[in-house]
């Protein structure tokens, strides 16, 4: 019987929300250091937009309507991508104009470079394997969209923890290879909804990066 109850309290452990929470105000503090002709409208509202959707997201999710709380983390998620990439277009057209600051340049697209690695890290957390709530439930992590190692490794191994679960961690070091390799390193894709978002986030990485270069070069 108290084996039973192990099993079952294990099943349902639930991964901390707070790191997520963390990341989604660091996105809305991005958005509002761009410059005013870079963001979506005034450089309050996207934050405004962010914080509005994370309030009801949290209080959602502690009431347990999880597919309510499913609801407002993808439209949040929708509206940072959204600004991610309006802020990304109006930087490109920017570029041409060479009286541009070289410093508000730089200090822009590395903004928009780190809000690129943590939107598609919250993407990746919020989607693979039926999100966070559905992976709380299950005993240990064994398929999704993604092939970690500790997914790969024998059970006993003396490193391999148990019942392991990917956390807002796993998927931001995925994230951040991402954007820094163009490709994922050590963790290979196996779905295609995954294979499609990491192709647009390594395409939105290399455009950052290739902006800065050019901008470097044409000041030489």
């Known amino acids: 019987m108290k084996d039973i109850v192990s099993v079952a309290e294990t099943a349902v452990t639930r991964e901390p929300r707070w790191p997520a929470v963390l990341i989604t105000l660091a996105m809305a503090a991005i958005h509002f250091a761009l410059p005013d002709h870079l963001t979506l409208g005034p450089s309050w509202l996207v934050p405004s937009l962010i914080v509005l959707l994370l309030i009801p997201a949290i209080v959602s999710h502690r009431a347990g309507k999880f597919n309510l709380n499913a609801t ?70 064994s398929t999704g969209a993604f092939l970690f190692p500790q997914m790969t490794v024998d059970k006993g191994d003396a490193w391999a923890e148990p019942n392991w679960k990917p956390g807002v961690v796993d998927y931001l070091f995925l994230a951040f290879n991402t954007s820094v390799a163009f490709s994922p390193t050590d963790t290979p894709v196996l779905s295609r909804w995954a294979k499609m978002v990491m192709m647009i986030q390594a395409s939105v990485s290399l455009s950052i990066v290739a902006i800065l270069a050019a901008r470097a070069i044409s000041l030489l």
């Open 72 to 141: 407002f983390g993808i439209t949040l998620l929708s509206v940072i991508t959204i600004a991610e990439v309006w802020s990304l277009a109006l930087l490109i057209h920017g570029l041409p104009h060479k009286n541009a600051n070289p410093l508000e340049l730089s200090r822009s697209a590395a903004l928009l470079w780190l809000g690129n690695v943590l939107v598609f890290a919250s993407w990746y957390w919020r989607l693979d394997a039926g999100g966070p709530h559905a992976r709380d439930l299950r005993q240990e992590h």
